[in-house]
């Protein structure tokens, strides 16, 4: 199958798209999903609340942040993919950061709920077909197909640890 129309697809998630490579987003976020979490295994625990500035997240607020945006995007790809005709709102990911009590947390829970997270992710985008996968529906005010969604989650974990490999650690 061919990536995303960028035409067809909100602007601001070109970003996100253009750093899943690849055609086939199946392949793409399985074939992902082993390096993902070998990264995450080497980062020492001296490091899991550092902050490289001011304002800016932990890494442990970072991958609550992912397994948090990885749960909505495929919400979305779900409810578009079943016909749900619902316009679904954006989020505020700062807001999810702020009460999401990351730090708080055991490091190994949440490599573990982001296992749980992206082991779903990949069933639900294996259970799509052609057609699924090509279904449009409305998510921030704007139209956007289960496929972009796919490639939106890939790359929207692409952008994060490239942030992290040269901010962070």
């Known amino acids: 199958m061919p990536r995303p129309d960028l035409n067809n ?10 750093q899943a ?4 987003v199946k392949k793409i976020i399985s074939e992902q999903t ?5 990264f995450f295994a080497r980062i020492p625990e001296a ?19 992912m397994i948090d945006t990885e749960r909505v995007f495929a919400y979305r790809a779900l409810c578009f993919a079943r016909q ?11 807001s999810y950061a702020d009460h999401s009590g990351a730090n708080r947390r055991d490091w190994y829970d949440l490599i573990e709920e982001f296992k749980a997270v992206r082991r779903s992710t990949e069933i639900l985008f294996r259970s799509f077909n052609k057609k ?4 449009v529906g409305i998510a921030n005010q704007h139209p956007v197909s289960v496929m972009a969604m796919g490639f939106v989650i890939a790359g929207h974990v692409n952008h994060h640890l490239r942030i992290l490999k040269e901010r962070y650690l």
Not at 21 to 24: E, R, V
Not at 34 to 38: D, G, I
Not at 49 to 64: D, F, H, N, P, V
């Open 9 to 18: 697809t909100p602007p601001f998630f070109h970003n996100y798209i253009n």
């Open 132 to 135: 699924q996968l090509e279904t």
């Open 21 to 24: 490579p690849g055609n086939d």
């Open 84 to 94: 749900d005709k619902t316009s679904l709102p954006s989020f505020d990911e700062n």
């Open 47 to 65: 490091k899991r609340s550092y902050r490289y500035a001011r304002g800016k997240w932990t890494i442990q607020e970072m991958l609550q942040h």
């Open 34 to 38: 082993t390096a993902l979490f070998r």
